[in-house]
Structures are given as C-alpha cells and as structure tokens.
C-alpha cells in the first residue's frame, strides 16, 4: 500500500524519474531562452512543451517551485538595491562603498538571494543545462509572475493520444501568454423618447378626426326612416 506517499512511480526507478523531471522543467524553461534566427534549436512555440499526461502532471510541480523561488529572490533583490551603489566598480567612489558599512548591509541583504539561486540550481541538475535554466528563469520568467500568488503553468490535455502505445499526451506552457482574452459584451440600448417627427402628424390626425366623424353622422343621419320621410313630405 502506498499510503501518504505522494507522486507517481512512472515505471522508472527514483534515479532515473528525478532525472527525467528535472530534464523536463528545464526543456520547458529553455524554450523561454533568446534564440538566433537559423538556430536549429529553437523552439516553434517558446514557453511549451508536449508530453503525456502523468508526466506533465509530475513536472508541473517542480516548475511551479522553481517559479515561486525565482519571484522570492527577485523580492529580495529589489530590496537590497536599497544598500547598493551606483558607481562603477574600481573607482573611488565603489572603494569607499565597499570598504565601509553600506556593502556589509548590502551582502547581508542580498545572501538570501543568492542561496535561493544555488537552490535552483541543485533542483534543475546542477549542470550547465540547470546553470542557463535558473539565468533564464531569473531574468526572462519570474519578473512575469512577481504579481501572481500561484498557477503559473496549465496543462491542456490533447484529443490525439501518442501513436505506439496510445498513450494519453497533452500540453505543459506558462499561462499568461496566450490566455484567452474575454470580451466585454455591449447591452445594446433602447430609445424611449418620442421621435420628434411623429408629433406634427399626430396633430394633422387630430384635426382630422372630428370632420371624419361630423361626416359619419350626417350619413348616419341621411340614411335614418325619419329623414327619408321627411324627404317624401317635401316632394
């Protein structure tokens, strides 16, 4: 039984599924990375990446951790900015900066940062590939994310499985670049004033009315019994 023992097994051993996730975040990190215009190595769509379902589920969760962990460093760092200096390094001005209390207030403020930077590395691999992965993470992804809380990545599960084994395959991409864009719905408005042309002809049919029923009841009058005899007794 596998009680409280998060995660699926893959049918690969520890070595070989932390190996295969950290290889996986970083394909996806680097897709994010600035690339030449004839380079074989980049990617058709950047921030993606395919795989199948279980896998992309597994390694939807080391990148959210990574993502959180750049947004943290770059919080610290905004704030040790605050005991930098802006003179160029080797001059007297960044001599005296170094050698008095604003670079101790400086280095203390930005060590975290800087273990948070390690630590990313060791997540990725600890090799090169995880050396450009974290570069890219810190300067290209995280300041994306500084003001979202969570959910930096979606899955999007495809309707053709994978030819050989039918697996289920689906979509590994950062959210925020191509998210759907609601569109405001316009109430459309109705005008319940008069028309101002409908007046002048409301009276013209007013003045009509009493001569259409002044003649109406001079017919009505003509063809009464008391008026034929009196026609009668005159003739």
Known sequence: MRHRRRGRKLGRSPKHRRAMLRNMACSLIL?????????????????RIVTTLPKAKEAR??????????CRA?????KAQAHATEAERGTEAWQSWRQGDGWQK????????????????????????????????????????LDRPGGYTRILRLARPRLGDGGTRAILEFVG???RQARETIAPAFDTEPEPESEPAKDQASEQEPAEVAAESSSQEGDSPQAKQEAASQE
């Open 31 to 47: 897709t994010e990375d600035i690339y030449d215009e004839g380079d074989p190595l980049k990617p058709k769509v950047p921030g």
């Open 61 to 70: 969760r080391l990148v959210e951790r990574c993502v959180r962990l750049a």
């Open 74 to 78: 770059l919080e610290i760092e905004e």
């Open 106 to 145: 400086w280095n203390q403020a930005i060590a975290p940062a800087v273990a948070i930077r390690r630590r990313l590395v060791a997540l990725l691999g600890g090799n090169r590939q995880a050396k450009r992965a974290m570069w890219v993470l810190m300067e290209e992804i995280a300041p994306r994310y």
């Open 177 to 179: 670049v191509r998210d």
